[in-house]
């Protein structure tokens, strides 16, 4: 194998096993706490509860825009 290909070898296991390392890392914490706001919102807004606090879009009255 030439030098090129060997070193281009080393460098795909390299970055393969440094990607592998993050990818096996915890979630912080406060990402962990994120989801789980955003998913019991989500939750929320799927039951038919309104997350805005009534604050939505006016709408008109009368039906014209």
């Known amino acids: 194998m030439s030098e ?4 281009a ?18 979630l912080p914490d406060r990402f962990t706490a994120l989801l789980q706001s955003l ?6 807004a799927a039951s ?3 997350t805005d606090g ?3 879009a006016p709408s008109s009255e009368d039906g014209s825009e």
């Open 4 to 7: 090129k290909k060997r070193s």
């Open 9 to 26: 070898a080393d460098l795909d296991t390299n970055l393969r096993r440094v990607f592998q390392q993050k990818v096996d890392e915890d």
């Open 39 to 44: 998913r019991a919102q989500d939750e929320a």
């Open 48 to 50: 038919g509860s309104s």
């Open 54 to 56: 009534g604050q939505g």
